[in-house]
């Protein structure tokens, strides 16, 4: 599976097999039978990020030259419904990071990304100026709200409350329990695509105190959408984390989300609010040769220059 997000960032996810280095380059060893092996190349120039699910081995030689062609490499879970652990080349830009710590560390531009984050749940509800994150939370709890209220209706399910107890995990109702796994699964495909762009998935705009702050707040822009619609189909199940897994790993579901969240990110990431795509591509496929210096008047200057008075 090989989709394209933009000329320089794209998403391979394997399982079941052994990635080697050979004579000519990495490949993917995929047992036949006792007596055939089949060889795929894989592009490692031409891929972004390589998802390594459960059933992959990998050697050293093979991630050495994935981290040479400035491919990053994360683990995930089947189907790529977790997020264990990512390697990221030296020659990862850091653009998105700083787009990211810049926005997060500005009072009013965290607010502005907040409210950017609601508008894009909620297309149908405009944020009157001068709404405070506290109103916005409000905000968001209501429509929520009147979320869980429509899909109980439709599944003649009564009230629903959401409950999140892990010292009661086995109490809970089947879409509490069907929800809390299908938003693991949701945040496993966040984690692996803010990894792949660089960005620190532990700076929340929403979301704060934890290493996935980043990843819940993007997260719940598609729970509405993907998760709950899976949780309350799922209220009569016998074992509804089981089948909220399974129904995620069917055809590879969630991986059809990458695309998406990369877009989603960038635009949240952007200060303008109504972005020039091609200079979002331009940054995007920013080579990173060497170190640069950073000054608070003058910006970036080069590295390697001395700078005492009067050398020469």
């Not at 090989?2 to 399982?15: K, T």
């Not at 683990?75 to 390697?87: F, K, L, P, S």
């Not at 707040?217 to 209220?235: G, N, R």
Request: aromatic share 6%; glycine share 6%; hydrophobic share 40%.
């Amino acid at each position: 599976m090989l989709p394209r997000i933009a000329d320089s960032l794209s998403f391979l996810y394997l399982d079941m097999v052994r990635v080697v280095q050979d004579d000519t380059g990495v490949c993917a060893q995929i047992q036949v039978d006792q007596d055939r092996t089949d060889l795929v190349y894989i592009p490692t120039a031409a891929v972004s990020c390589l998802l390594l699910g459960p059933g992959v081995s990998i050697t050293t030689p093979a991630l050495t030259t994935l981290a040479r062609h400035g491919t990053s490499v994360v683990c995930t879970g089947a189907g790529g419904v977790r997020a264990y652990a990512g390697i990221l080349p030296d020659s990862l830009t850091t653009h998105w990071l700083e787009q990211q710590v810049n926005a997060w560390s500005d009072t009013q531009r965290r607010l502005d990304v907040a409210v950017r984050m609601y508008s894009m749940r909620f297309s149908d509800d405009e944020v009157p100026d001068g709404t405070t994150l506290a109103q916005l939370r409000g905000m968001e709890g209501q429509r929520m709200k009147a979320l869980y209220k429509i899909l109980a209706q439709q599944h003649g399910i009564g009230r629903f409350r959401r409950n999140y107890h892990p010292d009661q995990w086995h109490q809970q109702d089947p879409v509490n329990l069907a929800l809390s796994a299908a938003n693991t699964c949701l945040y496993g495909i966040v984690h692996a695509a803010i990894l792949a762009l660089g960005c620190s998935p532990a700076l929340g705009f929403v979301h704060t105190g934890t290493q996935h702050a980043f990843v819940y707040d993007i997260a719940d822009l598609y729970k509405a959408e993907i998760t709950l619609p899976v949780a309350f189909s799922l209220h009569q199940s016998p074992n509804p984390e089981q089948e909220a897994r399974r129904k995620f790993r069917e055809e590879l579901r969630l991986l059809r989300l990458l695309p998406r969240v990369v877009r989603d990110v960038l635009l949240l990431l952007t200060s303008d609010a109504h972005p020039d795509p091609d200079a979002d591509d331009r940054a995007e496929r920013r080579d990173v040769e060497m170190v640069h210096l950073w000054d608070p008047k003058a910006g970036i200057l080069p590295a390697g220059v001395n700078y005492a008075q009067g050398s020469g």
